[in-house]
T-cell receptor
Framework: AQSVTQLGSHVSVSEGALVLLRCNYS??????LFWYVQYPNQGLQLLLK??????LVKGINGFEAEFKKSETSFHLTKPSAHMSDAAEYFC?????????????FGKGTMLLVSP | KAGVTQTPRYLIKTRGQQVTLSCSPI?????VSWYQQTPGQGLQFLFE???????NKGNFPGRFSGRQFSNSRSEMNVSTLELGDSALYLC????????????FGPGTRLTVT
């Protein structure tokens, strides 16, 4: 069965600093990987996706992630944090075995941005 | 294009009652999935429908059911509500035939008292 581990339930950065949110996955077959963001009292917004094309994926709001098969990782980065980036971030995986429509999510990482 | 819409946004029910939640996907999307989000269990997959057929199902009791209509709109039903069913229920639709790449609605916040 597939699984996702997000290291760190909370990450704090200063405005303008690098954002790095970690995600490791487990899948016995090639995965599709996603990052979503959730603002308070809202649904999930798709930030970016890896679907077996380029390993470096660029998303919205300046975020990007790199798929590293050897490390089974899909870490999310942003060069310079903005106050508006404060939210909860979820990494998710799907694959052919579980059904591509069955997203398995990590527990989430709350990003805190201080002035 | 309008996004995924869910109604109602907030709901309060009593233990033992049943509830129906509604989801309208993005126009042209035929795959609709449902998820439950709770502080303790996180985000968990409930089921997915494509062209009115349930294609995938998560590990939830039979009290949780759903259906999809010919216009791709979907409903989920929870019967005999328990306190533990209090959660944010999220609906997502996908433009892909496989259901991958999902776009989420704002959710329905269900509180069971």
């Amino acid at each position: 069965a597939q699984s996702v581990t997000q290291l760190g339930s909370h990450v704090s950065v200063s405005e303008g600093a690098l954002v790095l949110l970690r995600c490791n996955y487990s899948s016995s077959v090639p995965p599709y990987l996603f990052w979503y963001v959730q603002y308070p009292n809202q649904g999930l917004q798709l930030l970016l996706k890896y679907t077996s094309a380029a390993t470096l994926v660029k998303g919205i709001n300046g975020f990007e992630a790199e798929f590293k098969k050897s490390e089974t990782s899909f870490h999310l980065t942003k060069p310079s944090a903005h106050m508006s980036d404060a939210a909860e971030y979820f990494c998710a995986v799907s694959d052919a075995n579980s059904g591509y429509s069955t997203l398995t999510f990590g527990k989430g990482t709350m990003l805190l941005v201080s002035p | 294009k309008a996004g995924v819409t869910q109604t109602p946004r907030y709901l309060i029910k009593t233990r033992g009652q049943q509830v129906t939640l509604s989801c309208s996907p993005i126009s042209g999307h035929r795959s609709v999935s449902w998820y439950q989000q709770t502080p303790g269990q996180g985000l968990q997959f409930l089921f997915e429908y494509f062209s009115e057929t349930q294609r995938n199902k998560g590990n939830f009791p039979g009290r949780f059911s759903g259906r999809q209509f010919s216009n791709s709109r979907s409903e989920m039903n929870v019967s005999t509500l328990e306190l533990g069913d209090s959660a944010l229920y999220l609906c997502a639709s996908s433009p892909s035939r496989t259901g991958v790449e999902q776009y989420f609605g704002p959710g329905t916040r269900l509180t069971v008292t």
